[in-house]
């Protein structure tokens, strides 16, 4: 059974920091991993994707130059490491894993979720 964990969702004011982590379990292959958001009253989107290598990753522009996505396959963690957060990063951030090494941007390609966990940046 695979599964997916995030922790190191909190409030945080304007400008500042948070690292989410996201950790796997029950699968034994480099798979892909993105993270979403979703902010209520809007539809999930894609934030960042890293490759099951770690070698590639691709962010959505609005976080470019703020988010960094990261890897660990030993210890089966992939990080998202948010700075000079914003009000409008505000949502609930979730990770997924798309069996396979290669990710996608799209909510439908992804297989496995977490349950998510509370980003709300303050001005």
């Known amino acids: 059974q695979v599964q997916l964990e995030e922790t190191g969702g909190g409030l945080v004011q304007a400008g500042g920091s948070l690292r989410l982590s996201c950790t796997t379990s029950g699968r034994t292959y480099a798979d892909a991993v993105g993270w979403f958001r979703q902010a209520p009253g809007k539809e999930r989107e894609f934030v960042a994707a890293?490759?099951?290598?770690?070698?590639?990753?691709r962010y959505v522009d609005s976080v470019k130059g703020r988010f960094t996505i990261s890897r660990d396959n030993a210890r089966n963690t992939v990080w998202l490491q948010m700075n000079s957060l914003k009000p409008e990063d505000t949502a609930v951030y979730y990770c997924a894993l798309k069996r396979g090494p290669y990710y996608t941007e799209l909510v439908s390609g992804y297989d496995y979720w977490g349950q998510g966990t509370q980003i709300t940046v303050s001005s």
């Open positions: 890293i490759s099951g290598s770690g070698g590639s990753t």
